[in-house]
């Protein structure tokens, strides 16, 4: 099976799957503990949170493990809004159409309770520019919530100077950086971000963990999203996972090395330069020079690429969209909010590639898809 679905999740890396073998057979021992067991786990938490603070710039301190990109998007939203005082008076959130679906079912929650939501569109080329957010916020504005990197169309959106932007205007802003991470350079500092979510399983790490940096956690009126024993600065109460943490702490180390290697062998410009000579007519969506290597947004306006999806299925895994909305019968709001029609969003493929694939599984992808 031929997998070109890395930006849903990266396959794990085999240093990963090593350490959770040997973690859940020694980190058992709960973190709060005060023997042995529990000073190991504390200790394999925390030198994980602090190779993750060194990486963005940020202190140990300020790195709250959560289950994935999700619960810190949560986390960032609701412990600064929900209950306190400093936006009392200021109830507007400004984020993007094209964020992943998480935020925006976040910012459609917040716009039950009072707040008032502007969608930024992105341009032409799939990018949200600081004119456009400078365009939307205003006196009132509490948040400004802009992805690193689309997770559809591999765009990078410009964060630093968004970033000194929400600095200039004393807004907090949020960045999903689940597809940036460890991809792209990030400092918190330069790039004057407030609040940051990351995921582990996008950088080859486990399922189910991930952390969110908050700027000045233990100054700021945080409210718990998850209510327990004080775990994380109190934010997310319940037993903290260490064969994850530490797991994770692995893919930290070690999936630079390997998505060195997937730039170097660049394979979204190579399947681009076989596909050139068949003939096949084809768009590729995002056409910006900031993209990433790794992710290829192409619309092919003659190929029923749903036909192409189930004939090809016992070969490849594909995905038309985001893992997350891929299942749904409408078409991508990432691709109309673009400019795609409805008939083109539904004959777009989301290819997104890792350090296991080669040349030879792109040819052999060309190959069927001609047949089509």
Avoid: W
């Avoid at 394999?44 to 810190?72: H, K, P, Q, V």
């Avoid at 997310?236 to 930290?252: E, W």
């Amino acid at each position: 099976m031929i997998y070109f679905d890395s930006a849903a999740s990266y396959p794990v890396l085999p240093e990963v799957l090593n350490c959770l073998t040997t973690s859940f057979e020694s980190l058992y021992g709960n973190s709060t503990a005060i023997h042995s067991k529990g000073n190991e786990a504390n200790e394999a938490i925390n030198a994980t949170r602090g190779d993750i603070a060194d990486l963005i710039g940020s202190y140990d301190s300020e790195i709250i493990f959560t289950s994935g990109a999700t619960e810190s998007n949560n986390i960032a939203f609701k412990s600064i809004l929900l209950g306190n005082p400093e936006f009392k008076e200021k109830r507007h959130i400004v984020t993007s159409s094209i964020e992943h679906k998480c935020v925006l079912v976040i910012c459609a929650f917040f716009k039950t309770i009072g707040f008032e939501i502007t969608y930024v569109k992105p341009n032409n080329d799939g990018i949200i520019t600081k004119d456009a957010i400078d365009q939307s916020i205003r006196p009132d504005t509490a948040l400004v919530s802009i992805m690193h990197v689309n997770n559809e169309l591999g765009t990078i959106n410009p964060i630093e100077e968004i970033g000194a932007l929400c600095f200039s205007k004393s807004v907090l802003f949020h960045v999903d950086a689940a597809q940036s991470f460890l991809k792209l350079p990030i400092d918190v500092d330069d790039m004057n971000i407030d609040l940051l979510s990351i995921s582990a399983h996008k950088v080859g790490g486990p399922k189910g963990i991930g952390a969110v940096y908050i700027r000045d956690l233990r100054k700021r009126h945080l409210e718990p999203v998850i209510h327990g024993a004080g775990q994380e600065e109190g934010l997310r109460g319940g037993t903290v996972a260490a064969p994850l943490i530490r797991a994770f702490g692995v893919a930290v180390q070690q999936f630079p090395k390997y998505y060195g290697k997937l730039k170097k062998n660049n394979l979204k410009h190579y399947f681009i330069s076989k596909l050139i000579p068949t003939n096949v007519e084809y768009i590729i969506n995002g056409q910006s020079e900031s993209t990433l290597l790794s992710i290829c947004s192409i619309t092919l306006p003659q190929i029923d690429v749903s036909l192409l999806i189930r004939a090809t299925e016992s070969r490849f895994c594909l995905a038309q969209g985001s893992a997350c909305s891929s299942q749904e019968i409408e078409p991508s709001h990432v691709l109309t909010a673009i400019g795609l029609s409805n008939e083109h969003a539904n004959k777009t493929l989301r290819l997104s590639f890792s350090h296991f694939n080669s040349t030879e599984e792109i040819d052999l992808f060309i190959s069927d898809l001609l047949e089509i």
